[in-house]
Nanobody
Framework: QVQLVESGGGLVQAGGSLRLSCVAS????????MGWYRQAPGKQRELVAV???????YYADSVKGRFTISGDNAKNMVYLQMNSLKPEDTAVYYC??????????????????WGQGTQVTVSS
């Protein structure tokens, strides 16, 4: 019903910056929250940042002050601006969204969606 596609990953040197993008397409929806997760090789998936429908934002301690999550409602997109990147930021980054599918005046229940992931590699 809804597809999430991430882009913007790549290889950068420590101290550099990247901007990840996530676009939601398909059925019309109401966004409840959208966020970014990451998973490094051999590590558990962890929450990086999330923004709620009310505009509240949350960040993992490891990225606070360096990463910024933002959205563009007109384009159905969410971004993650990553500055001062460190080698430990190397991971596959996944876009996640909790959405309600809408059809006319009808709004469905909340469903969770995931993108395919985009690789971020930070070299020292």
């Amino acid at each position: 019903q809804v597809q999430l596609v991430e882009s913007g990953g790549g290889l950068v040197q420590a101290g550099g910056s990247l901007r990840l993008s996530c676009v939601a397409s398909g059925s019309s929806f109401i966004s409840i929250k959208m966020g970014w997760y990451r998973q490094a090789p051999g590590k558990q998936r962890e929450l990086v940042a999330v923004v709620t429908g009310g505009g509240s934002t949350y960040y993992a301690d490891s990225v606070k002050g360096r990463f910024t999550i933002s959205g563009d409602n007109a384009k159905n997109m969410v971004y993650l601006q990553m500055n001062s990147l460190k080698p430990e930021d190397t991971a596959v980054y996944y876009c996640n969204a909790a959405l309600k599918i809408s059809s006319g005046s009808n709004v469905g229940p909340v469903h969770d969606y995931w993108g395919q992931g985009t690789q971020v590699t930070v070299s020292s």
